[in-house]
């Protein structure tokens, strides 16, 4: 039990420095809208797990899991969810990174964890103690104290907090190896990713030929860039409770904010401030109240 817990903290840590330092790649590609380098990502994702179940030779695994899934309905209906909210969480992402709004998806994973907390002890009746439920209130209390200051809801991050909670969620009731769930995730996309991937090519704005190589090599790199992590997330989201693997989130969203602030040049206010400190404190009496009942 033990191991397993220690197994699943070493691969959402890894999750999430990977995830911190994806705005750097995106930016790499803003020459391509939102939607174009979505539907890459979807494809070349597909394209790198079937390699990587035919490479390590998990393909009888993998048609076995959709046997199963094809027998039972239900969890085949919650995979098509997954699917979905996965692709509207990349969407977003993608936009708000090559539109200067990334500390706004820095805020969005901030607050990603309190809905994380939230589903796990909704829906599979997690336990907090006292004070976690107290750490929890205080990065709520953030999260009010930037929507107050701002005048406005920050739609950005409700968006990417909303729907990867939710993927997290899924995925949890799913139980499913991790190469056959991202493998079929991706293929669920790809009859709509690959005939958008294909108009591009045909277009006049295309951004994937000889005349931009590199660009092409980007595109085609989405693919690692995006599934080694998913699967690194899905055996943490098996291993860990939702609520343990939920706070793990701050890590990427830390990293996100300083590239946000230093690298990208965005601005950085009081309100941003006041509410990172509230998140920030519940961070840590969340963690340190974890560490005293293990």
């Excluded at 090519?201 to 790199?221: D, I, K, Q, R």
Aim: hydrophobic residues 55%; proline residues 4%; positive net charge.
């Amino acid at each position: 039990m033990q191991d397993s817990r220690r197994a699943g903290a070493l691969a959402a840590l890894a999750t999430y420095l990977i995830w911190g330092v994806l705005p750097l790649y995106w930016n790499f590609l803003a020459a391509a809208d939102a939607w174009e380098i979505l539907a890459h990502r979807i494809v070349w994702s597909f394209v790198f797990m079937l390699c990587v179940l035919v490479c390590t030779g998990r393909w009888q695994t993998f048609c076995a899991d959709c046997r199963t899934l094809w027998r039972n309905k239900r969890r085949g209906g919650v995979l098509i969810l997954a699917a979905l909210f996965v692709s509207m969480n990349w969407l977003t992402y993608i936009w708000a990174v090559n539109h200067n709004h990334v500390i706004d998806t820095s805020i969005g994973y901030y607050i990603n964890p309190l809905m994380s907390v939230l589903f796990g002890v909704v829906f599979f009746r997690e336990r907090l103690a006292g004070l976690q439920k107290v750490s929890v209130a205080l990065a709520a209390c953030g999260i009010a104290i930037l929507t107050w200051e701002l005048g406005s809801l920050p739609w950005i991050a409700l968006v990417l907090a909303v729907t990867f909670a939710t993927y997290g969620a899924l995925k949890k009731q799913l139980c499913l190896n991790p190469f056959s769930s991202i493998t079929l995730e991706t293929l669920l996309l790809l009859p709509v990713a690959f005939p958008y991937v294909a108009y591009c090519v045909m277009g006049e704005g295309n951004h994937f030929s000889l005349a931009t190589p590199g660009l092409a090599l980007l595109l085609m790199g989405t693919g690692v860039a995006t599934a080694v992590p998913l699967v690194l997330f899905s055996y943490g989201a098996n291993l860990l409770p939702l609520s343990v693997l939920g706070f793990f989130q701050y890590i990427s969203p830390t990293i996100a904010l300083f590239l946000g602030i230093f690298f990208f040049r965005e601005p950085f206010g009081a309100a941003q401030a006041a509410a990172l400190a509230f998140i920030w404190a519940g961070i840590a009496l969340f963690m340190g109240v974890e560490r005293l009942r293990r």
